[in-house]
């Protein structure tokens, strides 16, 4: 089921090149076009922590279900819904499909 949504994201990603000139060209780039090596290196420092760190949070927050990064938001919420409507079950009521 997982790898359905995974697919589905895929296709509607965005290309590099578009990801590239609509968002990071004018946080990365200098005012001449040129790279800005500085900055790109804060912004990756950033996204390196941004990848220690969500990983740990889609664990926990769908009972170790769910690990990696570039899950659709959607996905994961369903899966963080699923784990605490399982969790605060009481144990006469039937689990929803």
Request: glycine content about 2%; proline content about 4%; some cysteine.
């Given at each position: 089921?997982?790898?359905?949504?995974?697919?589905?994201?895929?296709?509607?990603?965005?290309?590099?090149?578009?990801?590239?000139?609509?968002?990071?060209?004018?946080?990365?780039?200098?005012?001449?076009?040129?790279?800005?090596?500085?900055?790109?290196?804060?912004?990756?420092?950033?996204?390196?922590y941004v990848m220690q760190q969500v990983?740990?949070?889609?664990?926990?927050?769908?009972?170790?279900?769910?690990?990696?990064?570039?899950?659709?938001?959607?996905?994961?919420?369903?899966?963080?819904?699923k784990h605490y409507e399982d969790f605060?079950?009481?144990?006469?009521?039937?689990?929803?499909?």
């Amino acid at each position: 089921m997982i790898q359905k949504f995974v697919d589905k994201f895929m296709e509607q990603k965005e290309t590099a090149d578009e990801v590239w000139s609509e968002f990071w060209a004018p946080i990365c780039t200098k005012a001449d076009g040129s790279l800005n090596l500085e900055q790109v290196k804060k912004e990756l420092s950033d996204f390196h922590y941004v990848m220690q760190q969500v990983p740990k949070v889609y664990s926990h927050i769908t009972g170790n279900l769910l690990s990696k990064i570039m899950y659709e938001a959607r996905i994961v919420i369903d899966a963080a819904d699923k784990h605490y409507e399982d969790f605060y079950r009481t144990e006469d009521e039937e689990p929803k499909p």
